[in-house]
C-alpha cells in the first residue's frame, strides 16, 4: 500500500464550528506532515510529526491542533477558523526526517471552506 | 535567502507536442531537486527525484535534469498528451538539519487537443 488517505474530501464548516481532519498511511513511515495550500499558491509547511512527536511547528495559530495518535495516523483538529483559513489541506508521508531521498508521498486533501 | 523560482508561470501547448519546464534555485546546503505534478484540487504526485551526482532521470515521457553547478533544473515531458494538463512543481529539499522543502509556485500546463 503506497497510498496516503485523507477523509474527508470537503469539509464546509462555520466559524465557531469544531471538526477534525484525518489523514492514514500503512507505509510503515514515521515522519508524517500537514500542509496549507491556498490557490494558485504552493504547499506551506504547518507541522511535521517524527515518530509521533511534534517536531516542528511553522507558528501556526492555535485554532489549527495537530494530533498523532499513532505512527499510521494523524489528524488536524480545527476550532474558531477563520474564513480566510479557507484552502487545500494536504497530509503527507515519508520514511524519517534523515538524509537521502527521503520521498514525500500526499495524500488527496481536504478542500476546507470557512463560512 | 533558500528560493526555488520556475519559468514559465504558464503554458499552453497542443496535444502530441514536447514542452521544456525550467527552475532555478538558491538553496543552500542542497540534498535533492524533486518534480511533482499537481491536478488541480489534488495532492502532488512525485515524477522524480535527483541528487547532486545525478544529472538526469526519466519517469515514462517526463526526463528530468540536473546541474548541480548552476543550479538549474528542467522538466522535459515528451509528445504530451491531454491528461498531462496540470501544475508542475520543482521543489528542493534544503540539505540543513531539518531538511524542510522549499517550493517553487509552479508552472501551470494546458494541453489542448
Known amino acids: 500500500d503506497t497510498e496516503v488517505t485523507q477523509t474527508p474530501k470537503h469539509l464546509v464548516m462555520g466559524m465557531t464550528n469544531k471538526k477534525s481532519l484525518k489523514c492514514e498511511q500503512h507505509m510503515g513511515h514515521r ?18 510529526y517524527s515518530y509521533e512527536k511534534l517536531s516542528i511547528n511553522e507558528s501556526v495559530p492555535s485554532r489549527f491542533s495537530p494530533e498523532c495518535p499513532n505512527s499510521s495516523l494523524l489528524n488536524l483538529h480545527l476550532h474558531a477558523l477563520q474564513p480566510e483559513d479557507s484552502a ?8 524519517d526526517l534523515g538524509t537521502g ?4 508521498f500526499f495524500g488527496p486533501g481536504t478542500r476546507l471552506t470557512v463560512l | 535567502k533558500n ?29 535533492n531537486l ?38 538549474q533544473s528542467s522538466l522535459h515531458i515528451t509528445a504530451s498528451q491531454l491528461s498531462d494538463s496540470a501544475s508542475y512543481i520543482c521543489v528542493v529539499r534544503y540539505g540543513g538539519s531539518q531538511g524542510n522543502l522549499i517550493f517553487g509556485k509552479g508552472t501551470k500546463l494546458s494541453v489542448k487537443p
Not at chain 1, 487545500?88 to 520514511?95: F, I, K, V
Not at chain 1, 531521498?101 to 514525500?104: C, K, T
Not at chain 2, 497542443?14 to 538553496?27: A, S, W
Open chain 2, 34 to 71: 524533486r518534480w511533482y505534478k499537481q491536478d488541480t484540487g489534488r495532492g502532488p504526485v512525485s515524477l522524480t527525484i535527483m541528487t547532486f551526482s545525478e544529472n538526469t532521470k526519466s519517469n515514462g515521457r517526463y526526463t528530468a535534469t540536473l546541474d548541480a553547478d548552476t543550479k
Open chain 1, 31 to 48: 515522519a508524517m506532515y500537514w500542509y496549507k495550500q491556498k490557490a494558485k499558491k504552493p504547499p506551506e509547511l504547518m507541522f511535521v
Open chain 1, 88 to 95: 487545500l489541506y494536504l497530509c503527507a508521508s515519508s520514511q
Open chain 1, 101 to 104: 531521498y527521503n520521498e514525500q
Open chain 2, 3 to 31: 528560493q526555488v523560482e520556475q519559468s514559465p508561470q504558464s503554458l499552453i501547448i497542443l496535444e502530441g507536442k514536447n514542452c521544456t519546464l525550467q527552475c532555478n534555485y538558491t538553496v543552500s546546503p542542497f540534498s
